[in-house]
């Protein structure tokens, strides 16, 4: 039989478990990006949907704001008198902003005004003309004549109401009072039925005279209180004015008002010289009419009385409305050029608002260049070798990151300027800056704190914050000092530099161990067997130790009370203790004393070098098989 060679068992039952979890992990990540980048793929299309839809519906609107509202209709539905120049001359009047422009308002007001009035008075006199004209039939006729009969019957009543009060005044008699009372109440009665037959025959004949004079009479009260309201407002001119706009924002809002401003004064110009072309062609349609009505005049025979007359009052009504008509054409056409003078004041204007918008762009330019050179001089600056290359980096992004900054503080300055509520803006940024500085303002305050009377000083043995050490620096703002290994260890350093920011001299505790005394309480224990001579060895160690430790015991004490200044200090007492307790190999004394942290171990020297000597030579210590232990 031939051998095949040993291949790998690739199945799964052969693979180990961890590897399987690991597939299986893996497919699932990759299922779940794929899912997530369908998901932002969706998000993304329908963002984009809504855009283009918004753009659609932007573009089918793009009319609304493309001129005045009432420019673009003929408004002949809703008056039967243009008042078209009225209402463009009010809106753009709201629009002015220099002194030039408000006198150009004013003026524009004044034309337009007495245009709409001159255009009331030729619709009454071609409404009056055209009723004149026109001959009654059927209902029509009707009315009229009821209308005629109410009008005697107005005309009797007040005749009656005429001759009874004046007979009443000469005989001084109350009792016709009565008399005067019915006869006004029927005149009431008979004009209020004459006014709506007037009413019933202007509907039927077409007489629009009465609705004119409605028309007037609003808009007269209308004019009426917008005097009212507009009163003398003044202004600055046009440059004074543009001193206001102080910040690039302010100087592109001017420039794009500006434009909106100019765009309708041009169309307001050029709806006044359509108005123009329009009032000429009804003028020429109405001057043919009257060379017609003066020749038909000219040819009726004089023996036709009533016919020659009609002709002439006929032409002498046609006459005046020509004239109005005339003094209309010549209103529109100074109102276009009004319109015309104000659009190049506007672009005058225009004209200064991007000389000032220039000016803001070159100061920001200006700003922009002077970091770059700052930073280039900063760079070079601390390029040179003989500075450290750590600190010269640090150093070089703090000064560009500073010069960044304020830069961009001045360009936000250039473009929206100063803010208006500065105190109280001021106020939350100073909050805001204590508490994000708040350990730096700790460390400033802690070094004056370590400067004075129970503060440190360079040499000074210190722990802070659990860490003890030398000091080798005090700054404004960080203390450094040399780490050792234990405090008690003296000149054995660890080699670290440990830098603290001084605020633990306010928020956190140190000790300092240079300054006077620098005691502390040390122990050593000692071992000795349990025999006959054991107490007397005790009190042997216990004498040892109080003569030893006597002068730095007297010593502390002395200090320790001119520290806190009281005189009652028992509670501070530096006396030595021996204390013994049974131990495995016998008796185990335990000996605290007071010592200085620097002669800690020259003290252990010294009583360990005592205690041998005594267990050393335990004849010559006399009997106390009896006495008591020492405490």
Same mark, same amino acid.
């Given at each position: 039989?031939?051998?095949?060679?040993?291949?790998?068992?690739?199945?799964?039952?052969?693979?180990?478990?961890?590897?399987?979890?690991?597939?299986?992990?893996?497919?699932?990540?990759?299922?779940?990006?794929?899912?997530?980048?369908?998901?932002?793929?969706?998000?993304?299309?329908?963002?984009?949907?809504?855009?283009?839809?918004?753009?659609?519906?932007?573009?089918?609107?793009?009319?609304?704001?493309?001129?005045?509202?009432?420019?673009?209709?003929?408004?002949?539905?809703?008056?039967?008198?243009?008042?078209?120049?009225?209402?463009?001359?009010?809106?753009?009047?709201?629009?002015?902003?220099?002194?030039?422009?408000?006198?150009?308002?004013?003026?524009?007001?004044?034309?337009?005004?007495?245009?709409?009035?001159?255009? #009331?008075?030729?619709?009454?006199?071609?409404?009056?003309?055209?009723?004149?004209?026109?001959?009654?039939?059927?209902?029509?006729?009707?009315?009229?004549?009821?209308?005629?009969?109410?009008?005697?019957?107005?005309?009797?009543?007040?005749?009656?109401?005429?001759?009874?009060?004046?007979?009443?005044?000469?005989?001084?008699?109350?009792?016709?009072?009565?008399?005067?009372?019915?006869?006004?109440? &029927?005149?009431?009665?008979?004009?209020?039925?004459?006014?709506?037959?007037?009413?019933?025959?202007?509907?039927?004949?077409?007489?629009?005279?009465?609705?004119?004079? %409605?028309?007037?009479?609003?808009?007269?009260?209308?004019?009426?209180?917008?005097?009212?309201?507009?009163?003398? %407002?003044?202004? %600055?001119?046009?440059?004074?004015?543009?001193?206001?706009?102080?910040?690039?924002?302010?100087?592109?809002?001017?420039?794009?008002?500006?434009?909106?401003?100019?765009?309708?004064?041009?169309?307001?110009?050029? &709806?006044?010289?359509?108005?123009?072309?329009?009032?000429?062609?009804?003028?020429?349609?109405?001057?043919?009419?009257?060379?017609?009505?003066? $020749?038909?005049?000219?040819?009726?025979?004089?023996?036709? $009385?009533?016919?020659?007359?009609?002709?002439?009052?006929?032409?002498?009504?046609?006459?005046?409305?020509?004239?109005?008509?005339?003094?209309?054409?010549?209103?529109?056409?100074?109102?276009?050029?009004?319109?015309?003078?104000?659009?190049?004041?506007?672009?005058?204007?225009?004209?200064?608002?991007?000389?000032?918008?220039?000016?803001?762009?070159?100061?920001?330019?200006?700003?922009?260049?002077?970091?770059?050179?700052?930073?280039?001089?900063?760079?070079?600056?601390?390029?040179?070798?003989?500075?450290?290359?750590?600190?010269?980096?640090?150093?070089?992004?703090?000064?560009?990151?500073?010069?960044?900054?304020?830069?961009?503080?001045?360009?936000?300055?250039?473009?929206?300027?100063?803010?208006?509520?500065?105190?109280?803006?001021?106020?939350?940024?100073?909050?805001?800056?204590?508490?994000?500085?708040?350990?730096?303002?700790?460390?400033?305050?802690?070094?004056?704190?370590?400067?004075?009377?129970?503060?440190?000083?360079?040499?000074?043995?210190?722990?802070?914050?659990?860490?003890?050490?030398?000091?080798?620096?005090?700054?404004?703002?960080?203390?450094?000092?040399?780490?050792?290994?234990?405090?008690?260890?003296?000149?054995?350093?660890?080699?670290?530099?440990?830098?603290?920011?001084?605020?633990?001299?306010?928020?956190?505790?140190?000790?300092? #161990?240079?300054?006077?005394?620098?005691?502390?309480?040390?122990?050593?224990?000692?071992?000795?067997?349990?025999?006959?001579?054991?107490?007397?060895?005790?009190?042997?160690?216990?004498?040892?130790?109080?003569?030893?430790?006597?002068?730095?015991?007297?010593?502390?004490?002395?200090?320790?009370?001119?520290?806190?200044?009281?005189?009652?200090?028992?509670?501070?007492?530096?006396?030595?203790?021996?204390?013994?307790?049974?131990?495995?190999?016998?008796?185990?004394?335990?000996?605290?004393?007071?010592?200085?942290?620097?002669?800690?171990?020259?003290?252990?020297?010294?009583?360990?070098?005592?205690?041998?000597?005594?267990?050393?030579?335990?004849?010559?210590?006399?009997?106390?098989?009896?006495? $008591?232990?020492?405490?």
């Amino acid at each position: 039989m031939s051998s095949k060679p040993n291949q790998p068992d690739l199945s799964p039952a052969s693979q180990p478990a961890t590897a399987i979890k690991e597939r299986a992990s893996v497919r699932a990540q990759a299922r779940l990006r794929q899912m997530l980048s369908g998901v932002r793929m969706l998000l993304v299309l329908g963002m984009a949907a809504v855009l283009v839809v918004c753009l659609v519906f932007a573009w089918m609107t793009r009319d609304s704001m493309a001129d005045l509202s009432f420019l673009r209709a003929n408004r002949a539905g809703h008056s039967l008198v243009n008042l078209r120049p009225w209402e463009t001359a009010e809106a753009l009047a709201a629009l002015a902003v220099s002194s030039e422009e408000i006198n150009y308002a004013r003026e524009a007001e004044r034309l337009a005004d007495h245009e709409v009035d001159q255009s #009331f008075a030729a619709a009454l006199r071609l409404a009056g003309l055209q009723n004149a004209s026109s001959k009654l039939a059927g209902k029509a006729l009707v009315v009229s004549q009821k209308a005629a009969q109410l009008q005697q019957m107005v005309q009797q009543d007040q005749a009656n109401l005429d001759a009874l009060t004046k007979a009443a005044k000469t005989a001084g008699k109350a009792a016709a009072s009565d008399d005067i009372d019915v006869v006004k109440a &029927q005149l009431d009665l008979d004009q209020d039925e004459l006014e709506d037959a007037q009413r019933e025959l202007a509907r039927v004949s077409g007489d629009q005279r009465g609705t004119i004079q %409605q028309e007037l009479a609003a808009h007269e009260a209308q004019m009426t209180k917008y005097d009212a309201q507009v009163g003398n %407002q003044q202004g %600055q001119p046009a440059v004074v004015s543009s001193a206001n706009y102080a910040t690039l924002l302010q100087r592109l809002h001017a420039w794009s008002a500006q434009r909106a401003r100019h765009a309708l004064l041009q169309q307001a110009m050029h &709806q006044a010289q359509a108005d123009v072309a329009s009032l000429t062609a009804e003028y020429d349609k109405l001057e043919s009419q009257a060379d017609a009505t003066e $020749a038909a005049a000219a040819a009726t025979p004089l023996q036709i $009385a009533g016919g020659k007359l009609a002709a002439l009052k006929l032409r002498s009504q046609q006459g005046q409305i020509l004239s109005i008509y005339d003094d209309r054409i010549e209103t529109q056409q100074q109102l276009a050029d009004v319109y015309a003078k104000w659009s190049a004041q506007v672009m005058l204007q225009h004209r200064i608002a991007e000389h000032l918008v220039m000016e803001s762009l070159s100061l920001i330019a200006f700003i922009v260049l002077a970091v770059m050179l700052i930073n280039m001089g900063v760079r070079n600056l601390l390029s040179r070798p003989t500075l450290d290359r750590r600190r010269a980096a640090t150093l070089q992004t703090i000064v560009e990151l500073g010069v960044q900054l304020a830069g961009l503080g001045m360009v936000l300055l250039v473009v929206f300027g100063v803010p208006r509520q500065m105190p109280t803006i001021l106020g939350l940024a100073t909050a805001g800056l204590t508490f994000v500085m708040q350990p730096f303002i700790l460390a400033f305050v802690g070094w004056f704190v370590l400067m004075g009377k129970n503060g440190i000083r360079v040499g000074d043995w210190v722990e802070i914050n659990g860490v003890g050490g030398e000091v080798v620096e005090i700054g404004l703002l960080r203390t450094a000092m040399l780490e050792t290994g234990n405090w008690t260890d003296k000149g054995h350093p660890t080699g670290r530099r440990v830098t603290f920011i001084n605020n633990f001299a306010i928020s956190g505790q140190y000790f300092n #161990f240079s300054t006077t005394g620098q005691w502390m309480w040390d122990e050593i224990k000692v071992s000795i067997p349990s025999n006959k001579d054991t107490y007397g060895i005790i009190e042997a160690i216990h004498k040892a130790v109080l003569e030893v430790t006597d002068k730095d015991a007297r010593q502390a004490e002395s200090e320790w009370k001119q520290a806190t200044r009281q005189n009652n200090m028992s509670q501070f007492s530096a006396v030595p203790a021996v204390d013994m307790r049974p131990g495995s190999s016998g008796i185990d004394i335990i000996i605290r004393y007071v010592t200085r942290a620097t002669d800690r171990y020259d003290m252990r020297n010294k009583l360990f070098e005592r205690i041998i000597a005594l267990m050393e030579k335990p004849k010559q210590i006399e009997p106390a098989a009896e006495a $008591a232990p020492a405490v």
